[in-house]
C-alpha cells in the first residue's frame, strides 16, 4: 500500500513495508521476493523504485542475493523477534513474556547471528582472513607475556586509561608513521578491542537519527551490520577499479530518498578494497577528502591488513597529513598477530578523541591491560617486525602459487582481482558462467574444498559470473596446489548444471 501524497519516497514506502514484514515474521528467512519487474506492475511504480528498495534491503542485512538463486529474505537468527507481539490492552491480564530485544523501530536492520567458530578441520580451507596461524611465535609471545607478568604490580591490575596502554600507543604512532606515513602523535591513537569496536565506537560517537552513512558496494557484511545497527541511513555506492566512486556519492543518497547534507560518514577500505582488493587511486583519494571536506562529512578509513602489500609502489594512508581532520584511521592486529588477540586502534582527529573515549569507557572500559603491555614489549623487542617480515614472504609465496595453480587448471576460464596486497583474492570462474555459485561451493566442499561466494557481499550488483573469495595465507604451497587440483575436479563435473 503506497500513500503517493505523504511525502515519503516510494522506495523508501516500499523497503520499510517489506522490513515490517519480515520483522513480523510473515516473511521468513529463505523466503523469496516477487521479481521486481511483477511487484511493480503490482505496486503501480517503475521497476527502478522496487529495484532501489531491494537494494536499501540487502544494504541493510534484510534479503540477500545469490548470484543464481535470486533475492530471498536473509537469515535473521532472531528467533522470538520474529513472533508478532499481541496488542496489550489496559485490561490484559498480565502474563509473563518472553524476553524481546529492542527493535531498532524504524532503522532497516536486523542482528544477525555471529558466524559459527570454524572449528579445525581437514577440509582445504579457504577461508578469507585467516593469517598463518600455524607460523605465529608462539615461544616468543610468552615471553612478552611472561615479561609483563612479572613486572605486575597493583596498579597494572586496576582499572587502566580508557585510550590503552602508553607503551602501545607510542609502539602504534612509531608503526604507522614508518609504514604508513601516517604521522600522528600517541595522543590521537586509542587502543581498542580489534578494528571493529573502534568502527563501532565511532558510529555510535558520531551518528545520530536520520545521519545518513555511505559505504562501498561491494563491502563487508559486519561493517554493513555495524553501522546498520545505528539510525543511520547505509547508502551502498559502487566500487570500480579506482575505488568508490566518489562522483556518484550525491546521486546515488538522493535515489534512495536521502539527503547527500545528511552524510556523516563515509566508510573505505583503500589499501585493499573489501572484498575486491582493488587499491584506491590518488585521485579518487584525493577527490575523496575534497568531497568530504565540502560536505563536512568524516571519513573511516579501514586498513584491516594494510602490512601485506606486494607492489613496489604503497600510497600514504588516508589518514596521512594532510587529511588528519577528516579522516579515522582504524587498524587492527588480528591479521598481522591472531584475531583471538582481540587488538586493534583508532587514529582519530584531536577534537573527536574525547568524545570517543567517552564512548569507549560505557562500552568497555578499557582493553585488557596485560595483553596492551605484551603487545608493546613484542613489538619493542623487534618480533613484531620479524613476524610480519617473514609472514610477507610467505604469502608472496602462497599467493604466487595460488595463482599459478588456478591458471594451470583454468587458464582463460579464470579471471583474478586483487592479487596485489592482502590475504585473500577475489576468483570469478568465467568458464562457469550461469552456474550458481553455491552449487560450486556444494560440489567443491563433497570434495573437501571450501571456497567462499562473493555475491553477498555486493549490494546492487553481484558479479554475473560465478565469484569467490579464496584466502591463501594459511594453506602451504602443497595444500593449495591439492586444493586448486580439487576445485577444478569439481568444476569439470559432468552433472554441473550449466546454461543451455
Ligand atoms: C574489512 C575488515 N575490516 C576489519 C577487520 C578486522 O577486524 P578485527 O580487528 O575486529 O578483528 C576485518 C577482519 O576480518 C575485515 O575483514
Not at 520474529?82 to 542482528?111: K, M, Y
Not at 558520531?206 to 555511505?214: A, F, K, M, N, S
Not at 588477540?341 to 574525547?354: F, K, M, N, Q, S
Not at 579464496?470 to 575436479?489: D, F, K, Q, S
Request: net charge positive.
Amino acid at each position: 500500500m503506497l500513500d503517493r501524497d505523504s511525502g515519503v519516497p516510494l522506495q523508501r514506502q516500499v523497503s520499510d513495508q517489506f522490513a515490517a514484514l519480515v520483522r513480523s515474521g510473515r516473511l521468513r528467512p529463505g523466503d523469496t521476493v516477487p521479481a521486481s519487474r511483477v511487484l511493480a506492475q503490482q505496486l503501480g511504480v517503475s521497476r527502478n523504485v522496487v529495484l532501489r528498495a531491494y537494494e536499501l534491503l540487502r544494504a541493510n542485512g534484510f534479503l540477500t542475493a545469490r548470484h543464481g538463486s535470486g533475492t530471498r529474505v536473509a537469515d535473521s537468527g532472531t528467533t522470538g523477534r520474529t513472533t508478532p507481539v499481541p496488542p496489550t490492552t489496559s485490561r490484559a491480564p498480565l502474563s509473563p513474556q518472553p524476553p524481546r530485544p529492542t527493535d531498532t523501530g524504524e532503522g532497516l536492520w536486523q542482528p544477525w547471528e555471529p558466524p559459527p567458530v570454524q572449528h579445525a578441520s581437514h577440509a582445504l580451507d579457504f577461508r578469507h582472513g585467516t593469517p598463518a596461524l600455524a607460523s605465529f611465535p608462539v615461544a616468543h609471545w610468552r615471553q612478552s607475556l611472561n615479561t609483563v607478568l612479572n613486572r605486575a604490580d597493583h596498579a597494572m591490575l586496576g582499572y587502566g586509561p580508557a585510550e590503552g596502554s602508553p607503551a602501545l600507543r607510542a609502539e602504534i604512532a612509531t608503526l604507522v608513521r614508518q609504514s604508513r606515513a601516517l604521522d600522528a602523535g600517541p595522543d590521537r591513537v586509542v587502543v581498542t578491542g580489534g578494528a571493529t569496536q573502534a568502527m563501532d565506537i565511532l558510529v555510535r560517537t558520531l551518528i545520530e537519527p536520520g545521519d545518513v552513512v555511505v559505504i562501498e558496494d561491494p563491502s563487508h557484511t559486519v561493517l554493513r551490520q555495524i553501522f546498520g545497527a545505528s539510525r543511520a541511513a547505509v547508502v551502498p555506492v559502487p566500487v570500480d577499479d579506482e575505488g568508490l566512486r566518489v562522483p556518484d556519492i550525491d546521486a546515488r543518497v538522493r535515489e534512495t530518498g536521502h539527503d547527500p547534507a545528511r552524510v556523516r560518514l563515509v566508510y573505505v577500505t583503500p589499501s585493499h578494497q573489501f572484498p575486491t582488493g582493488r587499491v584506491m587511486s590518488r585521485a579518487r583519494r584525493r577527490a575523496l577528502v575534497a568531497w568530504a571536506r565540502e560536505r563536512g562529512a568524516t571519513v573511516l578509513e579501514d586498513d584491516y591488513h594494510n602490512e601485506y602489500t606486494f607492489t613496489e609502489e604503497r600510497l600514504p594512508a588516508l589518514a596521512a597529513e594532510p587529511h588528519q581532520d577528516v579522516v579515522v584511521y582504524a587498524g587492527s592486529f588480528s591479521k598481522t598477530l591472531f584475531p583471538a588477540l582481540r587488538l586493534g586502534y583508532a587514529i582519530l582527529p584531536r577534537p573527536l578523541v574525547r568524545p570517543f573515549l567517552g564512548v569507549k569507557w560505557i562500552t568497555d572500559r578499557l582493553t585488557p591491560t596485560i595483553e596492551q603491555e605484551a603487545l608493546a614489549d613484542f613489538i619493542a623487542r623487534g618480533a613484531y617486525a620479524r613476524h610480519i617480515s617473514r609472514t610477507s614472504r610467505l604469502y608472496r609465496q602462497r599467493r604466487r602459487r595460488l595463482l599459478e595453480a588456478l591458471d594451470e587448471h583454468f587458464g582463460a576460464g579464470v579471471r583474478i582481482s586483487g592479487e596485489s596486497a592482502g590475504l585473500h583474492v577475489l576468483v570469478t570462474l568465467t568458464a562457469l558462467r550461469g552456474v550458481a555459485e553455491d552449487e560450486i561451493a556444494r560440489r567443491a566442499a563433497a570434495r573437501e574444498v571450501r571456497i567462499y561466494p562473493a555475491s553477498g557481499y555486493y549490494v546492487q550488483d553481484p558479479p554475473a559470473e560465478p565469484s569467490f573469495l579464496m584466502g591463501y595465507a594459511a594453506l602451504t604451497p602443497e595444500r593449495i596446489t591439492e586444493g586448486v587440483a580439487r576445485l577444478a575436479a569439481a568444476a569439470r563435473e559432468t552433472d554441473l548444471p550449466r546454461p543451455a
